[in-house]
């Protein structure tokens, strides 16, 4: 089996050429690398892990928010709000909503951080101990206002909005990013990995590679009910796709990996709602823990489509146990990555989810050694799907 091989700086080139890199102010980018792939498998546009990457990088992030924030037009002392979701209780949460603030602090800006559902100031501990106030939202007239009277020139949000757009933060006149549009009550995974495979056809044919190479096929099954298996024969269809298209790449690369499909919730993250299946017959005759898992996502949203894609075994490892990098971008750029591991799950299933843990990854200069640095920049191209998806919404 070959390792999937790119000329970093070539491929750098031609993303920084693209129009539209800088729509995007913050996302994570889950990777995946193994039999011969490198593929994006998830793209969140309200990160919350800023408080896993590499502590040495912290000047350089700093500065990459001072820039993004200046590109759109947020002078030096000017007050960010940062919208929260309302996790008052999670204190790796909390870890990362205060690593969020200190960075804006420390890029010369007065910030606060505020959650819609907050009804008076919480103080919240993370597992480190620090504490962070979260202020109440309220409105005076257009303006949206933190506690008693903190007022954002500028509204970074990092609520997902995956129950909808509360009230306080509907038309605002102060800008906010990502747009309200962008949020799991409208957004659909599917739209992204469309964006992305037209990107990655495009950039495959330029860097002379396979695009499957960088490309999970994707299908979208929609009018699906999991609690009346309403829908699952369409389901095990797209499985059945997924898996064959999986033996082919491996009969092709010479990949000895039995083939895995993943069956997600087309809206959402924290890792819900997702599964993986080896056969048709884990759909037909899914057990009832699967089926409750796989009904209800983040904010118990019922799930009425998913997405079926190709699994790509990770070959990373932390610590003997299944890893995968996950890439912090900035404006089309990556500020930093960690990896997310699990040592009771196996290299074909879904890390995100309780147990995992997080290594920072630490390098000289930001520069990454391969195959890290190939990684990257798969990372950044994804990066820039989803710049064009949050323009669409705009």
């Known amino acids: 089996m070959r390792e999937l091989k790119l000329d970093v700086d070539k491929a750098r080139a031609w993303i920084r050429e693209r129009d539209g890199r800088r729509e995007l102010f913050y996302a994570s980018v889950d990777m995946r690398r193994g039999g011969g792939r490198i593929c994006p498998v998830d793209v969140n546009l309200f990160p919350a892990g800023f408080n896993n ?22 002078k030096a002392g000017a007050a960010v709000g940062v919208v929260a979701e309302s996790h008052t209780r999670n204190p790796y949460y909390a870890e990362h909503l205060h690593a969020l603030v200190s960075l804006i602090r420390r890029a010369g800006y007065r910030a606060e951080a505020g959650c819609p559902e907050c009804l008076d100031d919480t103080r919240v501990r993370s597992v480190s101990g620090e504490i962070l106030n979260l202020l109440p939202l309220r409105r005076e007239s257009d303006r949206v206002v933190f506690g008693v009277d903190f007022v954002p020139d500028f509204l970074l949000n990092n609520n997902d909005l995956s129950t909808g757009v509360p009230e306080v933060l509907q038309h605002p006149t102060q800008a906010i990013t990502p747009p309200l549009g962008c949020g799991w009550h409208v957004r659909r995974k599917h739209r992204f990995f469309e964006i992305y495979a037209n990107l990655a056809q495009e950039f495959s044919e330029f860097m002379g590679i396979d695009p499957r190479a960088i490309m999970p096929m994707s299908l979208r099954i929609q009018d699906v009910d999991f609690k009346t298996r309403h829908g699952l024969d369409h389901v095990s269809v797209a499985v059945e796709t997924a898996l064959a298209e999986i033996r082919r790449w491996n009969d092709e690369y010479g990949v000895v990996e039995p083939p895995t499909a993943i069956v997600k919730s087309n809206y959402g993250t924290y890792g819900m709602a997702v599964t993986s299946v080896s056969d048709v017959r884990e759909i037909l005759e899914m057990n009832r823990k699967t089926v409750n898992k796989m009904h209800v996502g983040k904010g118990k949203v019922t799930t009425s489509e998913v997405l079926v894609q190709e699994g790509i075994p990770t070959e990373d490892t932390v610590d003997q146990c299944p890893a995968e990098p996950v890439f912090y971008m900035m404006d089309g750029e990556s500020i930093g990555a960690f990896y997310r591991h699990h040592c009771e799950r196996g ?48």
């Open 347 to 394: 290299n074909k299933y879904n890390l995100n989810v309780s147990g995992m843990s997080f290594q920072p990854i630490c390098s000289d200069s930001g520069v990454l050694p391969p195959p890290l640095s190939a990684v990257s920049v798969v990372a950044q191209l994804a990066a820039l799907a989803a710049a064009h998806e949050v323009r669409s919404t705009a």
């Open 53 to 74: 990457l590499c502590p040495a990088d912290a000047s350089r992030v700093t500065e990459a928010f001072r820039a993004a924030l200046e590109q759109r037009g947020v």
